[in-house]
């Protein structure tokens, strides 16, 4: 085979590789921790992936590499931001696509697409944990919750606790105080997914769109989050199969737009 | 005021000050040659001018304490009132700037908060109180002042600052109370602002131990009015493609018009300013080699980023054209005249960007936009200066749906570094440079 594309995206949390023939077809895919190295989870995630399509990585055509560690992947012919990849990613996807909620581990942004995946505006959650995967992770360790399980149990909840703090230390007390007065912790959860929901969804506001809205990242994998977020946006939200990948998707079709 | 404050004061002036700074010149001129970047153009010659006014400014303020009535003053307030009795005059907000860019932000801003002062407290306070406090400063020494002269037309913290200073030193504060400007400015404010200054001058007479002298009064708003007009042509001359200077080059040059108001230094510098601007111009220089686009930034400048940012936009061609801070100074006090002088006074001052509201900011942007051909705009949130900082989403979102003008917002601080992410202001960055570039 030949003429096909890397696309990899070296967040703080995972690093994600994503390998794409010519005709756009994703080959295969992986999601690799970060680690303390970012080259090395580069490397891994790259090799990971060529192993899943079977080809040698030394006969890509062309490496584009995003996200923060984007400046240590090795033999990346181009490097872009991540608000640019998800933006294409998201418009690949669901071509409706007018306003992309990308919600990683470190950082929230969400992003203005025009015609073509051309982003026209973006925003980004400031210098601050709340509103991003960070916050749901500390509050799953807290909790004793496995991040995967608190979208479906946040969905069984009856009622809803409410935190009112934005800052992530003093969100973890107010949940303490929440489990030391027998809360319910699905009711603590969904508390939790909301306070998550309005920080984006003020970002959101400053783009008036009316398309589709598509949400990115590992985050969109909680249905909890999509659920509150579509009451929000009082539309339905297109959600990939798999959201993590969405940068790296991105950056591939990049790449293949810069071979032409 | 005694004999011998007065006696050194003029001998450093007249002999001390000039030889000083001659052996200073000479020695930054031989490490200036170096560091000079490639995507940039030959640097501004008047430079060296600038240098010296402002280190002579700062080292004959060491010995101005005794000799001549000393002033702190906030940066908009009506200094030409002051001028009148011969006030030396220290902008502890130049100051703060000053520490800033030499990366001193943190370390003077934790001796404030050392002594309980708040992290969210604007740093250019933080930095004096710490100056205050400690005694250290990049200049030396500042003089202790005899007056605190403050107006809140630029915020209210400088109230609270101002009055933690009076109360520490006992010495007088004097407060010029402006008005907000919501819609527009009636007749019963500006007779409250006269009346202000009318209440101002025996008080200002008892302090500096002189008589108000209407003539000097006159003379210094006239050297304000003519500088501040001055200023707005050197600013005017980057509506020239390429442009002959860079908004990083006014931030520096910014320093007289702030500083110095309402004194023959600042018209007579601008003037050598302006005509070196204006023979780039003739000639077709500009502050980067190479002008692709054209921006505007909006907020105080970060400090410690300055050269930075400066090499950082003029690699990738982008060269930063217009600011409404710079345009502050050039604004408002033009408004001045010397044969109405108190009405003229207040208006200039209470009409000033930050004392106005928000469409009138909007409708500023869009003009300066429209007349400097700008493409982007670069948006600081500054961490320190809220009544600047409020409503530039709302700036931001307007500008795109009204001009089509991309912009990205980054957060920062003035001077303290702790509030800047590097890597967050990066991403941030090279995404808007990627929509200026008309998409990846």
């Known amino acids: 085979m030949t003429g096909w594309v890397v696309g990899i995206d070296v967040g703080s949390l995972t690093t994600d590789a994503v390998i794409m023939d010519e005709d756009k077809r994703i080959l295969s895919y992986s999601i690799v921790d970060t680690g303390d190295n970012s080259t090395d989870a580069a490397r891994e995630a790259m090799a990971l992936a060529a192993k899943r399509a079977d080809v040698a990585l030394q006969d890509s055509t062309l490496i584009v590499a995003t996200g923060y560690g984007r400046a240590a992947v090795p033999n990346a012919g181009k490097r872009v931001t991540e608000i640019a990849c998800h933006a294409a990613g998201a418009v690949h996807l669901f071509p409706d696509t007018e306003m992309v909620i990308d919600i990683g581990g470190q950082d929230s942004k969400v992003i203005k697409v025009g015609k073509g995946g051309r982003v026209l505006d973006f925003v980004m959650n400031d210098k601050c944990a709340a509103g991003t995967g960070r916050f749901l992770e500390v509050m799953s360790s807290k909790l004793k919750i496995p991040l995967d399980r608190m979208g479906d149990l946040s969905l069984s909840a009856q009622g809803e606790a409410s935190i009112s703090s934005v800052c992530t230390v003093f969100a973890e007390s107010e949940v303490v105080s929440l489990v030391a007065k027998n809360c319910p912790k699905e009711e603590i959860v969904k508390g939790i997914h909301r306070s998550v929901v309005n920080r984006v969804w003020a970002m959101t506001r400053q783009m008036k769109v009316s398309g589709g809205v598509t949400m990115t990242g590992g985050v969109a994998k909680n249905n909890g989050i999509v659920a509150l977020m579509e009451e929000r946006v009082c539309k339905k939200i297109n959600v990939p199969d798999e959201p993590q990948i969405v940068g790296a998707l991105g950056a591939a079709l990049l790449a293949l737009r810069e071979k032409g | ?440």
Not at chain 2, 268 to 296: D, P, Q, T
Not at chain 2, 335 to 359: F, H, Q, T
Not at chain 2, 382 to 396: E, F, H, I, N
């Open chain 2, 1 to 440: 005021m005694s004999i011998a404050s007065e006696i050194r004061y003029r001998f450093m002036k007249d002999l001390g000050a000039p030889l000083i700074l001659g052996l200073a010149g000479s020695k930054g001129k031989r490490k200036r040659a170096k560091s000079r970047d490639a995507s940039l153009g030959p640097p501004l010659k008047c430079s060296n001018r600038l240098k010296e006014i402002m280190t002579r400014h700062y080292f004959l303020a060491r010995y101005a304490e005794g000799a001549r009535p000393v002033a702190w003053v906030t940066s908009g307030a009506p200094v030409e009132l002051l001028r009148a009795f011969d006030f030396y005059t220290i902008y502890p907000e130049n100051h703060g700037a000053l520490c800033g860019a030499q990366k001193l932000g943190p370390e003077l801003c934790s001796i404030a908060e050392e002594h309980g002062y708040h992290q969210d407290l604007c740093s250019y306070a933080r930095i004096d109180l710490g100056v205050c406090l400690s005694g250290k400063t990049p200049v030396g020494r500042l003089p202790k002042p005899d007056l605190l002269f403050a107006s809140n037309n630029i915020c209210q913290t400088v109230m609270y600052w101002y009055r933690v200073l009076a109360h520490q030193w006992k010495i007088p504060l004097i407060v010029f109370d402006t008005p907000f400007n919501f819609d527009s400015l009636d007749q019963s404010a500006i007779n409250y602002m006269v009346r202000q200054f009318e209440e101002m001058i025996p008080s200002l007479e008892r302090i500096s131990g002189k008589t108000f002298r209407e003539k000097k009064f006159e003379d210094a708003l006239r050297l304000g009015k003519a500088s501040a007009m001055a200023w707005g042509e050197v600013l005017a001359t980057m509506k020239a493609v390429p442009s002959p200077m860079t908004i990083f080059d006014a931030f520096v040059h910014l320093a007289p018009i702030v500083s110095l108001r309402g004194l023959p230094v600042t018209l007579e510098y601008y003037n050598v300013l302006l005509s070196e601007l204006r023979e780039r111009v003739s000639i077709g220089i500009g502050a980067i080699v190479n002008e692709r686009k054209r921006l505007m930034w909006d907020n105080i400048a970060i400090w410690y980023k300055v050269r930075d940012f400066s090499r950082l936009f003029a690699e990738r061609g982008m060269n930063f054209v217009a600011a409404t801070y710079t345009n502050a100074w050039a604004e408002t006090i033009s408004y001045m005249d010397e044969r109405n002088p108190m009405e003229s006074l207040a208006k200039a001052y209470s009409l000033v960007i930050l004392n106005n509201n928000l469409d009138h900011r909007l409708r500023l942007m869009e003009r300066l936009i429209k007349e400097y051909q700008v493409d982007g705009l670069v948006i600081h949130s500054a961490r320190s200066c809220k009544p600047y900082s409020v409503g530039q989403y709302d700036l931001k979102r307007l500008l795109m749906e009204r001009l089509g003008i991309p912009s990205v917002i980054i957060e920062a601080d003035i001077t303290d570094f702790r509030a800047y992410s590097e890597e967050q202001t990066k991403t941030r960055l090279e995404a808007f440079f990627e929509a200026l570039e008309g998409g990846v």
